[in-house]
């Protein structure tokens, strides 16, 4: 066994630790350290350290709870919890060990299991910035799901509220964390939060107890329906990057797009399915996926101690070279040859806590490239750089793309 590393930030900034990384460096941080320090690594964040595990079977040891040693999340302290006090009581942030967990789940995943995502999405024909671009993926996708939970025809102007709020509060994410005050945007978390509250708040009132999320969870109260809603809410800007993603992978591979409008009325051809996969395993959006140890372990060659923390770095587990030849290019057929693929691929989590709306997800970014590849070409209008700064989420560069007719 050998002593995991740390990061050499560690001893200079010793209040701030990788956080300045996390929140003021344009690149993607936790990648390039996992290059350069291997498959675990330590990281310091004020003054807490967190292992960053890279290696594809160390994470599914992890993910999967192997020996029950990786139970929860870190509850009431947990990652979500505390980074998002306004997701409440919602399911993502109970341990996997607590009974409501499990009740939450259920309910979800029925609401989940009867809802297909739009099958149009009307992207315009005109040159769109990437931010634009998922702004309005995310409207369309709040609507839908607030349609699917509480059966209630959302108002526009409260769906950008609530879009608009998220974003605010996924930019801030890593600010939220520094180890000083920060009035203005506190203040601004707080107004932001109150909107979204009081949105979700009225879009309760004109649901009914029959709508689906009620009907399965009656004995909750408006506040905690809310938490619910709030928390599953705030996953639409993690299905519309890799979505957009998606789409730049296309505009500069224009033969794989040319092929998949080929294939599109082909019932065999399962190359969309292998274009959407390969989109998530360069973009995992959800890039931090954390635990709490119960046991001591070992994870790629570093001890891990009873209430360590271990974060699932998944962008460095989707670009093991081990498991993944050319791991950077954009190759949909790497599918074809490599059955094995699922033991490196994990961009919805894994086994319990598995993303309770993986097949929504999947089947949202299949149909948006659908549509958009049956009627228009897409191009990029704006060099494309690869790459990506961290929030809540992975955070694309910026970039335009060009919709014309076909
Ligand atoms: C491409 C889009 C998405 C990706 C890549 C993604 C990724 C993930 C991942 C990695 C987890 C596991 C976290 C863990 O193990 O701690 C997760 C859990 C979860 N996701 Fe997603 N997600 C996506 C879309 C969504 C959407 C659209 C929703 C809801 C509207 C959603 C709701 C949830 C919830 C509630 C959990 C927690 C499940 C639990 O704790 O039992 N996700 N997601």
Not at 361 to 379: G, K, N, P, Q, Y
Request: hydrophobic residues 40%; proline residues 7%; charged residues 25%.
């Amino acid at each position: 066994m050998t002593t995991a590393q740390v990061t050499p930030t560690a001893p200079r900034l010793p209040l701030v630790g990788a956080l300045a990384h996390l929140r003021f460096g344009g690149h993607d941080f936790l990648l390039e350290t996992g290059r350069r320090l291997g498959d675990a690594y330590w990281l310091y964040l004020c003054g807490e350290r967190v292992l960053v595990v890279g290696h594809p079977e160390a994470a599914a040891r992890v993910l999967e709870n192997v020996n029950d040693a990786y139970p929860d999340k870190g509850g009431s302290s947990g990652f979500r919890r505390l980074s998002l006090p306004f997701v409440g009581s919602g399911l993502s942030t109970w341990n996997a060990m607590d009974p409501e967990w499990r009740r939450r789940r259920s309910a979800a995943a029925r609401v989940f299991r009867s809802s297909r995502p739009p099958a149009s999405w009307s992207v315009p024909f005109s040159v769109v910035d990437g931010s634009t671009l998922r702004r309005g993926l995310e409207r369309r996708v709040v609507g839908d799901l607030v349609r699917h939970f509480l059966s209630v025809d959302a108002d526009p102007r409260d769906i950008d509220t609530v879009v608009d709020g998220f974003r605010t509060l996924g930019r801030d994410f890593w600010s939220g964390k520094l180890p000083w005050p920060q009035p203005l945007r506190t203040r601004r978390a707080a107004l932001v939060t109150a909107d979204l509250e009081a949105t979700v708040d009225r879009w309760i009132l004109d649901s009914s107890v029959g709508a689906p999320l009620r009907h399965h969870l009656p004995d909750l109260g408006t506040e905690r329906v809310r938490d619910e809603v709030l928390s599953q809410l705030l996953s639409v800007g993690t299905l519309a990057i890799p979505t957009e993603w998606a789409l730049r992978l296309l505009a500069t591979h224009t033969n794989i797009q040319r092929e998949l409008r080929a294939s599109l009325d082909d019932p065999e051809s399962d190359l969309l399915s292998r274009i959407v996969r390969e989109a998530l395993r360069l973009c995992p959006s959800t890039y931090w996926v954390q635990r709490r140890a119960a046991r001591p372990d070992v994870l790629a060659g570093a001890a891990v101690a009873v209430d360590d923390r271990v974060i699932i770095h998944l962008p460095s587990v989707h670009r093991h070279p081990e498991f993944w030849e050319a791991p950077g290019e954009f190759r949909p057929e790497r599918y074809l040859a490599n059955q094995d693929w699922k033991r490196a691929w994990m961009p919805f989590g894994r086994a319990s806590r598995l993303c309770v709306a993986q097949r929504y997800s999947f089947d949202a970014i299949a149909s948006v490239l659908a549509d958009v590849v049956r009627t228009s070409s897409v191009e990029a209008a704006t060099p494309l750089q690869s790459g990506f700064r961290v929030g809540l989420n992975l955070i694309p560069r910026t970039a335009s793309l060009r919709f014309s007719p076909l």
